[in-house]
């Protein structure tokens, strides 16, 4: 079992800051992936950041510069610092691990940014 608990949502004014936590708990080795996705009311989910094992990171180009994915791989942690945001990163973010090429997914976080 994994379990992947999200932290750090919350509202915020465009042009400020928060950082997403993810924690994630269970049976925790042979990790492909660790990243994070969003779903807006009305879209599909869609990857905002994710870090390969190696450290590689891939970001949506929405988000490039503003957005920055780190990990901590003793504590199974990742996070997601996200500065100057915008109305338009109003989303329900979801922390997404890949271990042993299975998908195992938090219950989200809601992040609201207002104009």
């Known amino acids: 079992q994994v379990q992947l608990v999200e932290s750090g949502g919350g509202l915020v004014q465009a042009g400020g800051s928060l950082r997403l936590s993810c924690v994630a708990s269970g049976s925790i080795f042979s990790i492909n992936t660790m990243g994070w996705y969003r779903q807006a009311p009305g879209k599909q989910r869609e990857l905002v950041a994710t870090?390969?094992?190696?450290?590689?990171?891939n970001y949506a180009d929405s988000v490039k510069g503003r957005f920055t994915i780190s990990r901590d791989i003793a504590k199974n942690t990742v996070y997601l610092q996200m500065s100057s945001l915008k109305p338009e990163d109003t989303a329900v973010y979801y922390c997404?691990?890949?271990?042993?090429?299975?998908?195992?997914w938090g219950q989200g976080t809601q992040v609201t940014v207002s104009s």
């Open positions: 870090m390969a094992s190696g450290g590689t990171t």
């Open positions: 997404n691990f890949v271990l042993r090429f299975i998908n195992f």
